[in-house]
């Protein structure tokens, strides 16, 4: 089973991919955490190339092919293996984040993004993807309050994020039977019930 995470920054998709990581590790089922991008060597390296805030010159075309990039390598060296080995993945940001941050965010050709993906990914869906929905408002009281060092894609403009924020509800909407939405101005644990629920089944009918 494959399981993906999105949301804005600060919309607490890591939390709850870690809560719901540990839950699956109590209950002695076989889990892999990566998050994107990342998880290999190679991606991680363009990672920091991404995200390092010295690279304000980067043009929207080289951001998304480095996503892309970091996306293939992690697909090919981590995630399909551990699959096919039987574990549950689970992806903090995935194909949805390219087509949220480059397509409705920088304004990229959406059938270009999802073409790349398809390439990238060898069309390896998820399954399941948990979208954490914040109000851009939130998000960025939740990054003032963090006060650490914001890298490159946290440092755009609440319009941006705004334009993020609608674009993963559209991806959602087109998509009903893989993505669930959730509240992510919810407490943490409501959350976290809620995503149980969903997955719990799932696992019962493997
Ligand atoms: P993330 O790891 O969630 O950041 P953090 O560790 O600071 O919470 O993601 C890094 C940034 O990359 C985030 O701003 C979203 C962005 N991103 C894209 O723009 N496109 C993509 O395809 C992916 C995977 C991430």
């Known amino acids: 089973m494959f399981i993906t995470f999105e949301g804005i920054d600060f919309s607490g998709k890591t939390t709850?991919?870690?809560?719901?990581?540990?839950?699956?590790?109590?209950?002695?089922?076989?889990?892999?955490?990566?998050?994107?991008?990342?998880?290999?060597?190679?991606?991680?390296?363009?990672?920091?190339?991404?995200?390092?805030?010295?690279n304000l010159e980067m043009h929207a075309n080289t951001e998304l092919l480095l996503y892309m990039a970091a996306r293939s390598q992690i697909v090919q060296e981590i995630i399909k293996p551990?699959?096919?080995a039987g574990n549950v993945v689970i992806c903090d940001r995935y194909i949805d984040s390219s087509m949220a941050?480059?397509?409705?965010?920088?304004?990229?050709?959406?059938v270009l993004v999802r073409q790349l993906n398809d390439f990238a990914t060898t069309q390896l869906k998820p399954d399941m993807t948990f979208l954490l929905d914040?109000?851009?408002?939130?998000?960025?009281?939740?990054?003032?309050?963090?006060?650490?060092?914001?890298?490159?894609?946290?440092?755009?403009?609440?319009?941006?994020?705004?334009?993020?924020?609608?674009?993963?509800?559209?991806?959602?909407?087109?998509?009903?039977?893989?993505?669930?939405?959730?509240?992510g101005e919810l407490a943490s644990e409501e959350i976290h019930r809620l995503i149980w629920q969903k997955v719990e089944p799932q696992l019962n009918q493997r």
């Open 16 to 54: 709850q991919a870690k809560k719901l990581i540990r839950r699956l590790q109590n209950m002695q089922v076989p889990v892999m955490y990566v998050r994107e991008p990342g998880g290999t060597k190679i991606s991680e390296a363009i990672r920091d190339i991404l995200l390092d805030r010295k």
């Open 82 to 84: 551990a699959l096919q």
């Open 101 to 110: 941050y480059q397509g409705y965010g920088r304004g990229l050709d959406l």
């Open 134 to 183: 914040i109000s851009p408002d939130l998000a960025a009281q939740r990054r003032q309050r963090k006060g650490r060092q914001q890298d490159r894609m946290e440092i755009e403009t609440r319009e941006f994020h705004a334009r993020i924020r609608d674009g993963y509800l559209k991806l959602a909407e087109a998509e009903p039977q893989r993505f669930v939405v959730l509240n």
